[in-house]
């Protein structure tokens, strides 16, 4: 459900229900408690409600922060996982300008079916959280087999060869954290803790009562506007690649590999299953 809300509908559309929904949820609640319990309105328990509302209030702001930077940091790991298999596919091209001709095409062919069946094949798969490993795997394995089939005739063509190999096995390692970091998402007890804080620090905000119900309403709707988007930004960046804040594909469109989207080179959506 989470992948398919992150996949249909704007970050605004999402910040309006989730921040616009606490918020008028907790200003209702507010407002029929209130008419349920008059005496609410003298304050009699605020003491005891401040202190047990700032207890927690702490501790839930612990652990949402320690979730949001978790997930931030998760995101910012996988961008750089992204531009670093990238950069390495274009490295490899770069080095395979060192080797004969009928080499450096069958390379060549390779690595541009690679980059099209990421983009093409895998990156859909990974926003709807269904990564497939097989998708790419014919075309990184023929890049495989045309450097483990030559061997370099000259100390220059050498040493291009050893660079080209040594990246080929870094791309191999970021695909499969790549896809790996597709499949994550927030273990099930932070999510608890996450969400099922918030249904107990708003409405414990309900409780502390204000002479003045206009104030009060301000009071609850600030907190619930602060949780809402806390809650928020859990929500977007739990899948790095779902959603407007989601890690793009344009590193393997662009630079040395934007040549593979110019020319007529196969795109390799047959070849992903």
């Known amino acids: 459900m989470s992948l398919w809300l992150l996949n249909h509908f704007s970050t605004f559309t999402l910040a309006l229900v989730t921040v616009g929904g606490t918020v008028v949820l907790a200003v209702v609640g507010s407002v029929l408690l209130r008419r349920r319990y008059p005496s609410l309105a003298g304050g009699e328990h605020n003491d005891m409600v401040g202190v047990t509302l700032g207890m927690f209030g702490a501790i839930y702001g612990i652990i949402l922060a320690f979730v949001i930077v978790t997930l931030w940091t998760q995101l910012d ?4 996982v992204v531009a670093s298999e990238a950069t390495d596919v274009a490295l490899i091209s770069r080095d395979a300008a060192a080797f004969p001709p009928p080499v450096r095409a069958r390379v060549d062919d390779a690595l541009g079916g690679y980059v099209h069946a990421v983009v093409e094949v895998q990156w859909p798969r990974m926003r709807a959280g ?21 061997e370099p005739k000259t100390a220059r063509e050498e040493v291009f060869y050893e660079q080209a190999v040594e990246r080929l096995n870094d791309v191999a390692g970021q ?10 998402e927030l273990p099930p007890l932070l999510q608890i803790l996450a969400f099922g804080g918030a249904l107990v620090l708003i409405p414990l905000t309900f409780l502390y009562g204000m002479r003045r119900l206009r104030i009060q309403l301000l009071f609850v709707a600030s907190v619930a506007a602060l949780v809402g988007f806390s809650l928020l930004l859990v929500f977007v960046l739990d899948r790095p690649f779902a959603g407007d804040l989601s890690v793009s594909p344009a590193p393997y469109q662009q ?12 795109a390799a959506a047959a ?3």
């Open 77 to 80: 790991s996988t961008q750089t």
């Open 130 to 150: 269904q990564p497939s490993y097989g998708a790419t795997a014919d075309r990184l394995q023929g890049v495989f087999d045309t450097l483990q089939a030559y």
């Open 175 to 184: 695909r499969r954290a790549r896809l790996t970091m597709a499949e994550q």
């Open 255 to 266: 630079g040395a590999l934007a040549r593979y989207w110019d020319g007529d080179l196969p």
């Open 271 to 273: 070849d992903g299953g």
